[in-house]
């Protein structure tokens, strides 16, 4: 996709341009993540690299690094684009799509991870490690490389999100924060949770073993989750159980965490 029929590069600029002409403090800053970038690719690799650089891997190793994987993936320049479309589209603090881009933890963590996971199956795990531990403690969240995510997701916050090595989320997931999708143990393999599609998982909720949360679920904040949630089931508690149907098809796209207990508000009772 050229810079010029990117429509996402150009409304970052465009943003960028505006914020720069009313904060004049950051007219530097918004030259070099943003108007000063041949593109969104360069732009992400600028802004990523310039927040988890370190001793021993600095700023311009990291945005090399960002970049050339970039340019060799199509699809996840596209992938990255669609998550932070997903920012825009469900988080009310976004305000555009500048805002994530340069501020916003959660599509940061995501974003690097993206190239962990990469780099994990280029046979570069110690690299992919690395960096892991990199996001983990610039961002607070801690995704394992190996892990399975699909694309336009949102993690929102981002503070405490674990996610381990054999997770699968699936597309159009959304997560708050002090999220775990875990294991139960010491128990090696398959030990981690499938999300399938549409799922909201709220705040503080934990979701451990090698369980499935079924399409269009969702998953009340505080809950621990210990066994498979049915498609379109919410569930709440400690353990976790279900309380009924969601009415939205795919509440993490409506971004509704409330549990109205009025037997019919927000959910439809379990026949």
């Not at 990469?118 to 892991?132: I, M, P, V």
């Not at 995510?149 to 002090?178: C, F, K, P, W, Y």
């Not at 993490?252 to 965490?257: G, I, P």
């Amino acid at each position: 996709m050229s810079a010029k029929n990117d429509s996402i590069w150009n409304a970052l600029r465009a943003e960028a341009e505006e914020s720069a002409t009313t904060e004049r403090l950051l007219v530097a800053y918004f030259q070099e993540t943003v108007l000063g970038q041949k593109s969104f690719a360069a732009a992400l690799s600028y802004t990523l690299a310039s927040k988890l650089r370190d001793d021993i891997l600095p700023s311009i190793t990291l945005r090399d690094l960002f970049l050339e994987i970039l340019e060799e993936e199509d699809g996840l320049r596209e992938i990255v684009r669609v998550d932070l479309q997903a920012v825009k589209d469900r988080d009310p603090a976004a305000a555009g799509y500048l805002t994530p881009f340069l501020f916003f933890k959660g599509f940061h963590a995501l974003s690097a991870y993206r190239f962990a996971h990469y780099l994990w199956f280029e046979d570069r795990k110690t690299l992919a490690l690395y960096l892991q531990s990199l996001i983990s403690k610039v961002f607070g969240v801690d995704i394992h490389p190996a892990a399975t995510i699909g694309r336009g997701i949102l993690i929102d916050h981002g503070n405490g999100v674990v996610i381990g090595e054999t997770a699968v989320l699936g597309d159009n997931v959304s997560i708050m924060q002090g999220v775990t999708l875990g294991g139960t143990g010491k128990e090696q393999g398959d030990r981690h949770p499938k999300v399938a599609d549409g799922v909201l998982i709220a705040s503080g909720a934990k979701v451990l073993g090698n369980i499935r949360i079924g399409e269009g679920a969702k998953v009340g904040a505080g809950s621990v989750v210990l066994k498979d949630v049915k498609a379109h089931c919410t569930v709440v508690g400690v353990p976790a159980k279900s309380v009924g149907v969601c009415r939205e098809s795919a509440p993490a796209l409506a971004m509704n965490q409330q549990i109205e207990n009025n037997g019919f508000g927000g959910f439809d009772p379990v026949i």
